[in-house]
C-alpha cells in the first residue's frame, strides 16, 4: 500500500500503523483525516504534525504518555527506556525460559506485539469509544418519524387490497363515467398518523445532573414528532411546549431557562401531577397518548399523592412510562428494582419502569415502544 504513495506522505501512513501496532484503535478514515490535516497546516513545524496527530488520531487520555513517546520514536528517532529488572525477576525469568510450562503475564505487563515469540498468553479487553450526545440525537432525529408509535385515525383512505369498508363514492364516480358499469368495487382503510407524545420532567435538584439532556432530546423529539407536549415538574408544573418547539436549539432552550422558574429546587412530583390533571386542557393532552415521566420519583414526604395521580393519569394514557436516573436492575435481571417508597407505590400502575441514566437509554426505549406494543 505504501509503495504506491509518494515518498512524502508515507511517514503519516505508517505513523498510525505503529499505533494499531501498540493497541490505539486508529481507523482508516482517521489515517485520511491525519494526512489532510498535515496537508493543510503546511507544516510549519514538527509541533504542527503533533497537533494533527493528536487531534485526528484521539489518543486515549489515560494512554498519551505511551502515544507521545512512540511519536517521538518514530518522527525523533529516540529510544525508550527499559526499567532495570531486579534480581527477582531475572530468576523468575529464567524460570520460564528453563521450563516448558505456560505462565500467564500479570495484568498490568505490557507485551508489545511484533516482538520475540513467546509462549505466554496475553489476553486484552477492547474498550469502544462511546458515541457522543450529538451522533446519538442525529439518528434519533432520523429514525423517530418511522418508529415512533402510531395509531388509527378517524379520515379513511382508498386501498386496492383489504379495508374494512367499501369506498362506495368512487364506485358511483366510476359508474357515472361508464354508463352505470361497475367493474371493481374499492375498499377503504383508517389512516394511521403518530400519536402524541407527552412529556413529563422533573427538574428538581436531584435530577440537577440529567435535565438538560431531556431537554435537548425533547427538541429533538419536537422535530421528529407530529404532535408533541412537554411539561417541567419541581415545585410547580410548567408547560414548555411553544419553548420547545423552535426550530434552533439554543432559542429553544434559552425561552425554556426563562419560562421555568423552579430549576434545582425541592420535589412535589404529586402536586404537580395532580395540577396537570386539574386542567380539563392539560389532562386532554394525555388521552390516548404515550405519556413518559422523566424522574427519579424522589418525593418528598408523604406519596401519596404521587399514587393517586399516576392512577388517574394511566387511565387516561395509551401508555405510561416512568424512566428514572437511578434505575437498578433487579435480581432475576428482569427489568428494574425500584428504590423509593414512591416508585414502589406506582409500580403497579404504569407499563413500564426503566432506566433513563443517560440521553442514549431514552431515545432507544422511545423508539423501542411501537414494536413493544405490538408484539
Request: proline share 4%; glycine share 8%; charged share 25%.
Amino acid at each position: 500500500m505504501t509503495a504506491a504513495l509518494p515518498q512524502a506522505a508515507r511517514p503519516f501512513v505508517e505513523f498510525p500503523g505503529l499505533l494499531r501496532a501498540h493497541g490505539f484503535a486508529v481507523a482508516p478514515e482517521q489515517t485520511v483525516g491525519f494526512i489532510e490535516a498535515v496537508g493543510l497546516l503546511g507544516p510549519r513545524s514538527m509541533g504542527d504534525i503533533y497537533q494533527a496527530s493528536r487531534a485526528l488520531l484521539g489518543p486515549q487520555p489515560d494512554r498519551l504518555d505511551e502515544f507521545d513517546a512512540l511519536f517521538r520514536v518514530f518522527f525523533f528517532g529516540q529510544t525508550l527506556a527499559a526499567p532495570a529488572m531486579s534480581e527477582d525477576e531475572g530468576d523468575e525469568l529464567r524460570v520460564q525460559e528453563d521450563g516448558d510450562s505456560l505462565i500467564e503475564p500479570e495484568a498490568g505487563d505490557l507485551n508489545e506485539s511484533g516482538g520475540q515469540a513467546t509462549k505466554a498468553e496475553h489476553l486484552n479487553v477492547r474498550h469502544f469509544a462511546e458515541v457522543d450526545e450529538a451522533t446519538v440525537l442525529r439518528r434519533f432525529r432520523r429514525a423517530a418519524p418511522a418508529r415512533l408509535p402510531m395509531r388509527r385515525a378517524y379520515r379513511r383512505r382508498a386501498t386496492a387490497r383489504g379495508g374494512d369498508s367499501w369506498n362506495l363514492r368512487q364506485a358511483l364516480r366510476e359508474a357515472v363515467r361508464r354508463d352505470g358499469e361497475v367493474l371493481r368495487l374499492l375498499r377503504m382503510r383508517r389512516k394511521l398518523k403518530q400519536r402524541r407524545i407527552l412529556l413529563l420532567i422533573d427538574v428538581s435538584g436531584s435530577m440537577k445532573t440529567a435535565t438538560d439532556g431531556y431537554l435537548r432530546l425533547s427538541h429533538s423529539l419536537g422535530r421528529a414528532a407530529e404532535s408533541l407536549e412537554v411539561f417541567t415538574l419541581g415545585t410547580r408544573l410548567t408547560r414548555i411546549t411553544r419553548a420547545i418547539r423552535r426550530r434552533q436549539r439554543d432559542q429553544a432552550l434559552a425561552m425554556t431557562s426563562d419560562l421555568v422558574s423552579d430549576w434545582d429546587g425541592g420535589t412535589r412530583i404529586g402536586d404537580a401531577l395532580l395540577a396537570f390533571l386539574a386542567v380539563p386542557r392539560f389532562a386532554g393532552f394525555a388521552r390516548g397518548s404515550l405519556v413518559v415521566v422523566l424522574s427519579d420519583g424522589l418525593e418528598r414526604g408523604d406519596h401519596a399523592a404521587m399514587t393517586d395521580a399516576t392512577q388517574k393519569l394511566t387511565r387516561l394514557a395509551w401508555r405510561l412510562e416512568w424512566l428514572t436516573p437511578d434505575a437498578v436492575p433487579s435480581a432475576d435481571g428482569m427489568g428494574f428494582q425500584p428504590q423509593t417508597q414512591a416508585l414502589k407505590a406506582i409500580l403497579p400502575y404504569v407499563d413500564h419502569l426503566g432506566d433513563g441514566s443517560s440521553v442514549e437509554t431514552v431515545a432507544n426505549r422511545l423508539l423501542h415502544i411501537a414494536r413493544e406494543s405490538r408484539s
